[in-house]
Antibody
Framework: EVQLQQSGAELVKPGASVKLSCKTS????????MSWLKQMPGQNIEWIGN????????GYNQKFKGKATLTVDKSSSTAYMDLSSLTSEDSAVYFC????????????WGPGTMVTVSS | DVQMTQSPSYLAASPGESVSISCKAS??????LAWYQEKPGKTNKLLIY???TLQSGTPSRFSGSGSGTDFTLTIRSLEPEDFAVYYC?????????FGGGTKLELK
């Protein structure tokens, strides 16, 4: 059974950084892309970027370049996302989601991590 | 970016009824549209991709149709577990974008 387990909620101060994790199980991590997505209350889900589990190759939504940095640890089948220079606009739920085998849809999702940016 | 517009935002129905949810793209996305279901306490579930292909495990009462800019998710004979929020997502071009969601509520 494919599972994506995300790290717990974060309360961070403006200007700080935070690193979120997504630990996977139930499939061969290095054979798939992982995406990260953002959902603010009442807003559309936004795709942040992808990373390939095999070689760490990345692709980003232009909107999130410089804000998000995606990495993987193949040894632990875990994907990470660093968010930097946090502002209130970064307060949101962040999801990791596996990209499908056949095309660019998201076939398995994590439960999400809530990030709150507040002083 | 391709803008995705879902309608209605809210929909009330009863078990046994059939409902349809619309998703319109701001430009042609061929048939590259996915539908997801969001329920409290559960992870988002992929229902349909490439417009009409049911993901493994999706009940046959769900169907997707459309191409170009206009797409529809139809749920025939609603079951109690179908009351949820539904999202569309275009997977034709970067950056992939989502609709705003349709909340299907129990009448």
């Amino acid at each position: 059974e494919v599972q994506l387990q995300q790290s717990g909620a974060e309360l961070v101060k403006p200007g700080a950084s935070v690193k979120l994790s997504c630990k996977t199980s139930g499939y061969t991590f290095s054979n798939y892309y992982m995406s990260w997505l953002k959902q603010m209350p009442g807003q559309n889900i936004e795709w942040i970027g992808n990373i390939y589990g095999g070689n760490g190759g990345t692709g980003y939504n232009q909107k999130f370049k410089g804000k998000a940095t995606l990495t993987v640890d193949k040894s632990s089948s875990t994907a990470y996302m660093d968010l930097s220079s946090l502002t209130s606009e970064d307060s949101a739920v962040y999801f990791c989601a596996r990209l499908g085998e056949l095309d660019w849809y998201f076939d398995f999702w994590g439960p999400g991590t809530m990030v709150t940016v507040s002083s | 970016d391709v803008q995705m517009t879902q309608s209605p935002s809210y929909l009330a129905a009863s078990p046994g009824e059939s409902v349809s949810i619309s998703c319109k793209a701001s430009k042609s996305i061929n048939t590259y549209l996915a539908w997801y279901q969001e329920k409290p306490g559960k992870t988002n579930k992929l229902l349909i991709y490439s417009g009409s292909t049911l993901q493994s495990g999706t009940p046959s009462r769900f169907s997707g149709s459309g191409s170009g800019t206009d797409f529809t998710l139809t749920i025939r004979s609603l079951e109690p577990e179908d009351f949820a929020v539904y999202y569309c997502q275009q997977h034709n071009e970067y950056p992939w974008t989502f609709g705003g969601g349709t909340k299907l509520e129990l009448k």
